[in-house]
T-cell receptor, first 114, second 115 residues
Framework: AQTVTQSQPEMSVQEAETVTLSCTYDTSESDYYLFWYKQPPSRQMILVIRQEAYKQQNATENRFSVNFQKAAKSFSLKISDSQLGDAAMYFC???????????FGKGTTLSVSS | GAVVSQHPSRVICKSGTSVKIECRSLDFQATTMFWYRQFPKQSLMLMATSNEGSKATYEQGVEKDKFLINHASLTLSTLTVTSAHPEDSSFYICSARQAGREKLFFGSGTQLSVL
């Protein structure tokens, strides 16, 4: 069975600084997707960034980037120039190629201080 | 963009009653719907996966007779919590997969409180 592990229950960062959230996963499949989702207090799930496993190039979305290490099954999220609005719970998720399984990690609560 | 409408957003019910939660894809066909429950400050725990026109696949430990999932059309999936008890109080959220694509769209969630 697939598992997603986020080993940092809580992280904190100062405004304008950079923070990295860790995620590891376990799967026997070769093709899949990985996501980082943000869940603010409203609890609406917001897609931050996605990575296709077959792509070697790391995905980037403005201030958000990932370090995808397929062999190590690692998928960390880097947030640059942190803003107060980045404070939220962040979930790493694994999604299979067939679109039949979407598994979340336990989440990391990120706080941002001014 | 694609939207998943989830209703109700909040429901309070008495113990022993049944509650139905709807997730409707407004402008796309959803071949697969994932149903999750989330306790405060915890992760989304997958309850079941439903595909249009077929029976839902439940995760281990989830009572299928208690959490009835119906996915009768490509735009509507429902979760019915039967004979709800206080321990069923939780945040329930759906996620729809668009037909033919890997894109996923989340509902806004339902906070269920059972008295």
């Amino acid at each position: 069975a697939q598992t997603v592990t986020q080993s940092q229950p809580e992280m904190s960062v100062q405004e304008a600084e950079t923070v990295t959230l860790s995620c590891t996963y376990d799967t026997s499949e070769s093709d899949y997707y990985l996501f980082w989702y943000k869940q603010p207090p409203s609890r609406q799930m917001i897609l931050v960034i996605r990575q296709e496993a077959y792509k070697q190039q790391n995905a980037t979305e403005n201030r958000f980037s990932v370090n995808f290490q397929k062999a190590a099954k690692s998928f960390s999220l880097k947030i640059s120039d942190s803003q107060l609005g980045d404070a939220a719970m962040y979930f790493c998720a694994w999604y299979n190629q067939a679109g039949t399984a979407l598994i979340f990690g336990k989440g990391t609560t990120l706080s941002v201080s001014s | 963009g694609a939207v998943v409408s989830q209703h109700p957003s909040r429901v309070i019910c008495k113990s022993g009653t049944s509650v139905k939660i709807e997730c409707r894809s407004l402008d796309f066909q959803a071949t697969t719907m994932f149903w999750y429950r989330q306790f405060p400050k915890q992760s989304l725990m997958l309850m079941a996966t439903s595909n249009e026109g077929s029976k839902a696949t439940y995760e281990q430990g989830v009572e299928k007779d208690k959490f009835l999932i119906n996915h009768a059309s490509l735009t509507l999936s429902t979760l019915t919590v039967t004979s709800a008890h206080p321990e069923d109080s939780s945040f329930y959220i759906c996620s729809a997969r668009q037909a033919g694509r890997e894109k996923l769209f989340f509902g806004s969630g339902t906070q269920l409180s059972v008295l």
